[in-house]
T-cell receptor, first 112, second 113 residues
Framework: QQQVKQSPQSLIVQKGGISIINCAYE??????FPWYQQFPGKGPALLIA?????SEKKEGRFTISFNKSAKQFSLHIMDSQPGDSATYFC???????????FGSGTRLLVRP | EAGVVQSPRYKIIEKKQPVAFWCNPI?????LYWYLQNLGQGPELLIR????????DSQLPKDRFSAERLKGVDSTLKIQPAELGDSAVYLC???????????FGPGTRLTVL
């Protein structure tokens, strides 16, 4: 119940394409869902986050879509660029806890 | 503003040896976290500090791992003795308060031979 399942494990997209990464959770007590971006040799950095009272949040080329009934959320990267090549992690946190539960990560490669 | 600083960045030791990692959080951040990140996996929380108090250490293997945060600023994570399975990246993160955004350091990559 504490797990967050992330797919795909790896993704290759052409420059200008749309990258889509999916996550699913079981625990309905989760109420904060961030996405982190991690480059090699660096720590994860917060990219965008959503709470379950909205179905979509957009920041620049990055959009989170949230489906509360299906207990799924996804990250869409529009107009993907080679500089977006990194590992992306979804995560979830309960309001009563400070603990982030991370997915297993998606390695994105954007080809020029 | 300086980010979270960790040292060393890389450490190679033989099994059964002790090792220590140091973290300096962002100035003013009261909450400090230590995470373990295995290859190809997401980070997993080991311990969380609020100021100098460890408020969540339920995931810390206390037989060999220990941590401290003296004066509520810098923190040290220690492993003694290290085992082969401890090879991983150890990440430190901090946040202004418990539920705020977590800022991660670059991590220490530990290799146990």
């Amino acid at each position: 119940q504490q797990q967050v399942k992330q797919s795909p494990q790896s993704l290759i997209v052409q420059k200008g394409g749309i990258s889509i990464i999916n996550c699913a959770y079981e625990n309905t007590a989760f109420d904060y869902f961030p996405w982190y971006q991690q480059f090699p040799g660096k720590g994860p950095a917060l990219l965008i986050a959503i709470r379950p009272d909205v179905s979509e949040k957009k920041e620049g080329r990055f959009t989170i879509s949230f489906n509360k009934s299906a207990k799924q959320f996804s990250l869409h990267i529009m107009d993907s660029q080679p500089g977006d090549s990194a590992t992306y992690f979804c995560a979830a946190r309960m309001d009563s806890s400070y603990k982030l539960i991370f997915g297993s990560g998606t390695r994105l490669l954007v080809r020029p | 503003e300086a980010g979270v600083v960790q040292s060393p960045r890389y450490k190679i030791i033989e099994k059964k040896q002790p090792v220590a990692f140091w973290c300096n959080p962002i100035s003013g951040h009261n909450t400090l976290y230590w995470y373990l990140q295995n290859l190809g996996q997401g980070p997993e929380l080991l311990i969380r500090y609020e100021n100098e108090e460890a408020v969540d250490d339920s995931q810390l293997p206390k037989d060999r791992f220990s941590a401290e945060r003296l004066k509520g600023v810098d923190s040290t994570l220690k492993i003694q003795p290290a085992e082969l399975g401890d090879s991983a990246v150890y990440l430190c993160a901090s946040s202004p308060e418990g539920r705020g955004e977590q800022f991660f350091g670059p991590g220490t990559r530990l290799t146990v031979l």
